[in-house]
């Protein structure tokens, strides 16, 4: 049976990092499009780091572009974020689909046929 799970999460103070890790279970999360999306309380969800389906093309949006940093080895996907601020407080899930798809694309479509459960960040002094 095919699964994401994600790992990782957990309680960073402003200006932290964490090093969120999604490992799947039944399918090549290499030769797919893998996101990484976040939904805090009461907000929409957002994708916030994308990559692309057999190669290493990426997209940020503006709002953690330079802070957070989207990897993939073998069948896991790291989201490594830094300088962590309490606006990036949210569910984070992993989501990913064996679909050809532009990684902006990927942040923008609410139809990943696969996702996680997701993990828990919170930045708090």
């Known amino acids: 049976q095919a699964q994401l799970v994600e790992s990782g999460g957990g309680l960073v103070q402003p200006g932290g990092s964490l090093r969120l890790s999604c490992a799947a279970s039944?399918?090549?999360?290499?030769?797919?499009?893998v996101g990484w999306f976040r939904q805090a309380p009461g907000k929409e969800r957002e994708g916030v780091s994308c990559i692309g389906n057999g190669d290493d093309s990426t997209y940020y949006p503006a709002s953690v572009k330079g802070r957070f940093r989207i990897s993939r080895d073998k069948n896991t996907v790291f989201l490594d974020m830094n300088n962590l601020q309490p606006e990036d407080t949210a569910v984070y899930f992993c989501?990913?689909?064996?679909?050809?798809?532009?990684?902006?694309?990927?942040?923008?479509?609410?139809?990943?046929?696969?996702w996680g459960k997701g993990t828990q960040v919170t930045v708090s002094s």
């Open positions: 039944g399918f090549p999360l290499e030769s797919s499009s």
């Open positions: 989501a990913a689909d064996r679909r050809r798809l532009v990684p902006q694309t990927t942040c923008t479509y609410t139809g990943l046929y696969f």
